[in-house]
């Protein structure tokens, strides 16, 4: 379980984040498709979906706009299933939606390939990216970590059985992923935050079990001993919205995830320590231990996986702003439990004054 650091509301104004260019990749190939569709299995229940945390307009008059969100891949299936249907019913503004790694949607906001009036993003330096052009501002709200996701067919399933209930050490996935024919799934770091928690995950574990050297890259796919782990250029990369739907078709035997997309979509997995799986904020120092170069020579470390939400531009400024709103609102937050996640004391950064009064008032402010 992630456990927050701070539940006080904090105030960055004129906090800069460095960040070097990035190409930015196109999202045509990253929008929610089919292929989400055919790993969607039944809907989690949603409690409190139609409640009173209604943000239409006085008078009666029914919402005109829409919430365009671009959102962390991760969340493709909360958003589109869920999340996005709730929201709709409980304000009447029209949602629509597209999921890709956070980093290369920062990049393809910043180039104006793609406008939305939403973005939720894993971490906030894919946000911070876009200051001060698109938003002076975002808001933290819930956490998760990292498992290791399994296809229940695969000729290792007896031995993923085996760890995942502990009669085998945690140790031997490693191992196992190492085998050459092993055939792993992830996302690629250099534009996705969860690709470089996985890896970030792989070298707390290898320092952690005193695994042989060179293991994390075999595992990566990279070549043992090479220097550059945050290389794309690795037949274990997947695009994120479709990585589940391989592991569920069989083309995989396990492939990285966040324990909440594992809990929402039915997957097997095995959950990971605290100490490696970046889910525990108490735990922010080791995870920093971890680190990987990516795309323009910039170095990233391991931190703890939060979610982060801002609006971006004035398109249609009333149905973002209601997004954001009813995410922060109760009802916004029992879909985001009983998805997976660990709900955190909302906490802005950056500029309070750009918050909208709407979404500041579900902040206490």
Known sequence: MVTQKSHDVQDTQGR??????????????RRWTSAMAAVACAGLAVAACSSGSSTSSSGGAKPSGTADVAYAGSLAYLNEKLFGPAFTKATGYAYQGRGAGSDALSAEIASGEITPNVFQSVGGDPITALEPKFTKWYIRYAATSIVVAYNPKSKYASQFAAIASGKAPLASLFTLMAKPGFKLGRTDPNIDPQGRSFIFMLELAQAKYHLPAGIVSKILGVGAGAANLGSANSPTIFEETALDA???????????????????????????????????????????????????????????????????GTKDQAAADAFVKYLLSPAGRAVYQQGGYTLLTPTAFGAMSSIPASIRHELGG
């Open 16 to 29: 800069q984040v460095g960040r070097s260019p990035m190409r930015a990749r196109r999202s045509s190939g």
């Open 246 to 312: 391989r592991l569920q078709a069989g083309q995989l035997d396990a492939a990285s995830a966040y324990l909440s997309q594992a809990i929402q979509l039915h997957l097997k997995y095995i959950t990971l320590p605290a100490d490696i799986n970046l889910g525990d904020f108490a735990l922010e120092t080791q995870y920093a231990k971890a680190s990987v170069t990516i795309t323009g020579n910039v170095t990233k470390m391991g931190k703890p996986i939060v979610l982060d939400v801002t609006t971006i």
